[in-house]
Nanobody, 114 residues
Framework: VQLVESGGGLVQPGGSLRLSCATS????????MSWHRQAPGKGREWVAT????????NYADSVKGRFIIFRDNAKNTVYLQMNSLKPEDTAVYYC????????WGQGTQVTVSS
């Protein structure tokens, strides 16, 4: 099983980034895919989820209206479109795959700073 995040980097406040999580080794379409983040000195925080069945999405209040999670089942990839970024969005972002087990990626750094 592999989950590989990419797309992180340095962006100015108000800017946008799109994170990708390419996966392999499991039946992607049957797994709920989520993004989590961990800011310096803080615990991990759930950000967003795309369910495996209806494809519905859920967001943490802190990102609702600014972030969009979407998946491409043909490419076994989940994305996180992040708009109107704020300094408090600075964190390492992780994708996860959850069915009976939970798999984590290695994370990608997002830094929002002027």
């Amino acid at each position: 099983v592999q989950l590989v995040e990419s797309g992180g980097g340095l962006v100015q406040p108000g800017g946008s980034l799109r994170l990708s999580c390419a996966t392999s080794g499991f039946t992607f379409r049957t797994y709920a895919m989520s993004w989590h983040r961990q800011a310096p000195g803080k615990g991990r925080e759930w950000v967003a989820t795309s369910t495996s069945t209806s494809g519905s999405t859920n967001y943490a209040d802190s990102v609702k209206g600014r972030f969009i999670i979407f998946r491409d089942n043909a490419k076994n990839t989940v994305y996180l479109q992040m708009n109107s970024l704020k300094p408090e969005d600075t964190a390492v972002y992780y994708c996860t795959a959850r069915d009976k087990l939970v798999y984590w990626g290695q994370g990608t750094q997002v830094t929002v700073s002027s």
